[in-house]
Nanobody, 119 residues
């Protein structure tokens, strides 16, 4: 089992920045590719970003490319999502997830952290 706890959400004005963190415990964190997803009110959960175990491969949703940066620190069992130039449409609950490999389905999920961007 892997337990994931997100933090860093909050209320920010459009154009501002936030950094989300996701702390993992349980099985070795470095074994898992890590994702960020988000779910806005009334919408389905959507993919935001993914990072491979050694940070060598990264993928972003088109909607966040150039604004968001995913990173990880395996020594701290933490994955981050730096969000810049935030827009009201980025308002959502943000979840981190762990997957066994790049192409597997996410196996473990955090409880989510709320991000609200005001216009």
């Amino acid at each position: 089992q892997v337990q994931l706890v997100e933090s860093g959400g909050g209320l920010v004005q459009a154009g501002g920045s936030l950094r989300l963190s996701c702390l993992a415990s349980g099985r070795p964190f470095s074994n898992y590719a890590m994702d960020w997803f988000r779910q806005a009110p009334g919408k389905e959960r959507e993919f935001v970003a993914r990072i491979s175990t050694g940070s060598g491969t990264i993928s972003y949703a088109d909607s966040v490319k150039g604004r968001f940066t995913i990173s990880r620190d395996n020594a701290k069992n933490t994955v981050y999502l730096q969000m810049n130039s935030l827009k009201p449409e980025d308002t959502a609950i943000y979840y981190c997830a762990a997957r066994a490999d790049w192409f597997a389905e996410p196996r473990y999920w955090g409880q989510g952290t709320q991000v609200t961007v005001s216009s």
